[in-house]
């Protein structure tokens, strides 16, 4: 079985099985510094760390950091609170702090901002865990040796080892769970490109925007108020962007691919896009 969370860390050589941004600035050379949790762990480390850089005035060229609170934070405190309106105004905070460093002591830099997804709060709270194992024990199931069970926060994933389990279960979450997300059929895993691979689940079952499965299998003791990780095409899904500097673009778009960053940092670093790229760079030709 898969899960989404990787062993090896992203940067190192030939951690993602294709060539990343990461590899092709090792071969030409490139110096690049991951500040990512849980190399740093919060957003006061991240911000020292790089106005202290930026002040040395020969820093490496490439800084990648993650701000986690935004995150982290309000999955407990929710989005429509004041914490979380207290988080982002000490983060834009720390952005400036960074920003001010660089027009100090820098000659020329650009600065990238991006949330790669969105947060919206929940409403419903799900125990899939408690009705899977009372409904396979009442049919004579035995997890382990008929079926696997493995929850994220907005997944269910099944995994069956007899022809019996595959039909009793499949049948369950049609009837019992269609109220609050629904199966991913081969059209909408097509559509969202899911590996066709049976290491990620014979069957996965997905919650609606709002649903929180829990407890899940990374969440036991605190039930969280806000979540992330439905489908990317809700609203309140989208994250943002914001690119600043000499050689941002200067143009606006509403709407662009996450993976257009990817060629976009090239473009901003003057460097080769990955040989499986397949975003559009928004620094004009």
Not at 35 to 40: A, G, N, S, W
Request: glycine share 6%; proline share 4%.
């Amino acid at each position: 079985m898969s899960v989404s969370e990787g062993v090896d860390k992203v940067y190192n050589e030939g951690a993602l099985g294709v060539e990343s941004i990461f590899d092709v600035m090792r071969a030409e050379d490139v110096e690049f510094e991951y500040l990512v949790y849980p190399d740093v762990s919060t957003d006061a480390e991240l911000t020292e760390t790089l106005v202290s850089e930026v002040k040395k005035q020969s820093p490496k060229d490439v800084y990648l950091g993650q701000f986690i609170s935004s995150d982290r934070d309000v999955h407990k405190a929710g989005v429509n609170s004041t914490e979380r309106v207290e988080i982002t105004e000490k983060i834009d905070k720390q952005i400036d702090a960074i920003r001010t460093a660089c027009e100090e002591h820098l000659e020329s830099y650009n600065l990238c901002i991006i949330g790669d997804h969105g947060m919206m709060d929940v409403e419903t709270y799900v125990d899939i865990y408690a009705k899977v194992t009372d409904y396979s024990d009442q049919k004579g199931l035995s997890m382990g040796q008929d079926f696997l069970l493995f929850l994220d926060s907005t997944l269910a994933r099944f995994w069956f080892f007899t022809d019996e389990a595959k039909e009793l279960l499949s049948q369950f979450v049609e009837n019992e769970l269609s109220n609050l997300g629904e199966i991913i059929d081969e059209d909408r895993a097509a559509q969202k490109r899911l590996p066709d691979d049976r290491r990620y689940g014979d069957l996965i079952w997905e919650a609606s925007p709002g649903v929180l499965i829990y407890p899940d299998y990374f969440h036991r003791a605190e039930k969280y108020n806000a979540m992330h990780g439905y489908d990317n095409e809700v609203p309140e899904m989208k994250g943002f962007a914001i690119a600043y500097g000499a050689d941002a673009p200067e143009s606006t778009s509403s709407d662009v691919n996450l993976i257009d960053f990817c060629p976009t940092l090239c473009d901003l670093i003057d460097i080769a896009y990955p040989e499986k790229n397949e975003g559009e760079s928004m620094i004009p030709e």
